[in-house]
């Protein structure tokens, strides 16, 4: 697996993809559009979102290490999001601010509360600021689409996102709930990932070698950016090469772990 994004680069990216998230909504034609990748959404409700999102993560970092979801939160983050879209964008980059200051102040490694305790993926502020670059990142492709111009995700960003979600979002100790099973996502920049499931539960690993005994019962292979929009719901799975038993990638959808 390479190397997790420095923190200072975590940081940056939460910054620009915050941004391109604002540019989009700035150019979409009103905030009460629907947004297609989340129908039950307008782009108000995206943009609200999102600064909830932020200004959340920023409390739950302040808080430092924790047991259970601190229920404080910080003097301003009750601060309602504005209807007006100037008002609301200068509401959203102060919510991105609130988080950025709170990682800074915290740093890379320090404890804190996250959902993702029985992942791979660590409970500390480096790994929030590493989630929330993929949170920003997918949303402004919402917004970009929603405002009728998709742009590609940055090759940067999408590297890590697909590590960042299989070790995060799938990786588990809840036991796999079907016969035992390996899923290869391949991304047409040179990198490749593996899944194991089994009653042990989900893990990345490194791909083996071609030509290994080891084959995937199943994989998918697209730009990296395509299997991170396809891993969140945004294209569909079967957009991508597909290749073995593709029933396993609606399992994989449909399944709920315990944790």
Do not use: N
Request: glycine share 6%.
């Amino acid at each position: 697996m390479a190397k997790t994004p420095e923190f200072p680069v975590l940081l940056r990216l939460i910054d620009e993809r915050s941004a391109a998230f604002r540019a989009a909504v700035a150019s979409a034609p009103g905030l009460d559009v629907q947004v297609p990748t989340c129908p039950a959404w307008t782009l108000f409700d995206l943009v609200q979102h999102l600064g909830l999102v932020h200004r959340r993560w920023a409390g739950v970092v302040a808080e430092g290490p924790a047991a259970t979801r601190p229920t404080g939160t910080a003097p301003e983050a009750a601060e309602a999001a504005p209807r007006e879209r100037e008002a609301l964008a200068a509401w959203s980059a102060r919510s991105t601010e609130r988080l950025l200051s709170a990682l800074r102040a915290a740093g890379p490694d320090r404890g804190c509360w996250t959902w993702w305790s029985a992942s791979e993926s660590p409970q500390t502020s480096g790994a929030v600021a590493r989630h929330q670059v993929q949170e920003a990142a997918v949303h402004a492709y919402d917004a970009q689409l929603t405002a009728g111009a998709p742009r590609p995700l940055p090759e940067e960003v999408a590297l890590d996102g697909v590590d960042e979600f299989l070790a995060t979002c799938c990786a588990t100790t809840s036991a796999w709930p079907h016969e035992p099973a390996t899923v290869d996502y391949h991304a047409t920049e040179g990198r490749s990932w593996r899944l194991t499931l089994d009653a042990d539960g989900a893990r990345t690993s490194p791909v083996p070698a071609s030509g290994s005994a080891h084959a995937a019962t199943a994989s998918a292979r697209g730009t990296a950016g395509e299997l991170v929009l396809a891993l969140y719901g945004r294209i569909p799975v079967d957009s991508l090469k597909l290749d073995g038993e593709r029933r396993l990638f609606t399992r994989l959808q449909e399944w709920e772990p315990e944790d």
